[in-house]
């Protein structure tokens, strides 16, 4: 059983790991069923969300940053595994009976184990009491993606290529794309842990507002619903990252471009931990308007260096960075 210490202290931090997520996340229901005064056994109710965060920032961290850890772990080891076998972990590679039932019987309750965890955060996060524990719903979200890819990692599979089809402007060769589906995320995190966690809403009077810039780029549409120019404020990072996907949106459609719809947010108009407040994050379509495009815009904010990219719905693209 070569390679058999290395495995016993890995697998030991990968449960331990594992319960830490697993704690994480059912702290985080409860504090949800709290504020929301759920009762066990009775169907959820409506409830609104909370003024100030629910959960310290630490808990955020921890559990965006281990779950992500335990989802990975559980990725790399099915990739490596033929359906039905048992797992190689650490160089081990279990070759008696017992052991083989041992270790299947380990990781299959580690699996369990983080099916459990995941799945409860989608349910209570995302299908029971959205946008309470905006984290928990990001964990839910995040989980469903990667038991998808854990699947076909497991049997092997890959997913059907996008390929690009003939538009408006004349027919293009087929080839395999990278361009973002419906509620994908790139990286596959959530934005907390991608480009960090909100550190103070920005007002115009704080002396924060001073470190904010104002994007002057003629290649960007810029909505301005409000009439006070807030859409162009942002972040400077955030800015050079636009003008770069601005020019690539150009390159990409002739008469085509970048539309910024919502940037720095002065009117409390996004859930309270959202990085608007800070000149973080903006929410993006192309001029004119082309919902089709919004796979490959996706991509090219991806390619553009943006920290997070969220297909976020089939209005629009969300991208956020970090400080």
């Known amino acids: 059983m070569r390679g058999g210490i290395p495995f016993f202290f890995g ?17 985080m229901i409860q504090e949800v069923l ?23 920032e630490g808990l955020i961290y921890v559990v965006t940053t281990v779950g992500g850890l335990v989802s990975a772990l559980v990725i790399a080891v099915l990739s490596v595994t033929r359906p039905g076998g048992a797992p190689e972990m650490a160089g081990f590679s279990p070759t008696g009976r017992w052991t083989r039932r041992l270790t299947n019987g ?25 946008g309470i524990l905006p984290t928990l719903g990001d964990i839910g979200t995040t989980w469903l993606g990667l038991a998808v890819s854990a699947t076909y990692a497991y049997f092997g599979l890959n997913p059907p290529a996008k390929t690009e089809r003939a538009d408006a402007e004349g027919p293009r060769t087929e080839r395999t794309t990278g361009d973002l589906v ?34 002057q ?7 301005d619903e409000e009439g006070t120019g807030a859409d162009r404020v942002m972040s400077a990072r955030l800015m050079e990252k636009l003008d770069k996907l601005a020019t690539a949106v150009a390159a990409e459609w002739s008469g085509v471009k970048l539309r910024v719809t919502e940037a720095w947010d002065e009117d409390g108009e996004h859930a309270s931990t959202s990085l608007h407040y800070e000149g973080r994050a903006a929410d993006l379509t192309v001029f004119p308007l082309d919902g089709d495009k919004l796979g490959r815009l996706g991509r090219l904010a991806v390619e553009a260096g943006f920290d997070w990219v969220f297909f976020e719905d089939s209005s629009h693209i969300h991208v956020s960075v970090r400080t």
Not at 15 to 22: D, I, P, W, Y
Not at 106 to 118: C, D, E, K, M, N
Not at 217 to 223: G, L, T, V, Y
């Open 11 to 27: 697998g030991l931090i990968a449960v331990a790991l594992l319960m830490l997520f697993g704690w994480s996340v059912y702290q």
């Open 182 to 215: 419906l509620h994908q995320k790139v990286p596959n995190a959530s934005e907390v842990a991608s480009s960090g966690a909100l550190v103070k809403r920005i007002n115009r009077t704080d002396p924060e507002f001073a470190q904010l810039v104002s994007n």
């Open 34 to 56: 709290a504020h929301c005064g759920h009762v066990e056994g009775q169907p959820p109710v409506d409830c609104q969300p909370p003024d100030t965060p629910l959960v310290r």
């Open 106 to 130: 380990v990781v299959s309750l580690y699996l369990i184990l983080w099916l459990i965890a995941g799945l409860s955060a989608l349910v209570y996060g995302v299908m029971w009491y959205p």
């Open 217 to 223: 780029n003629a290649q960007i549409i810029f909505k």
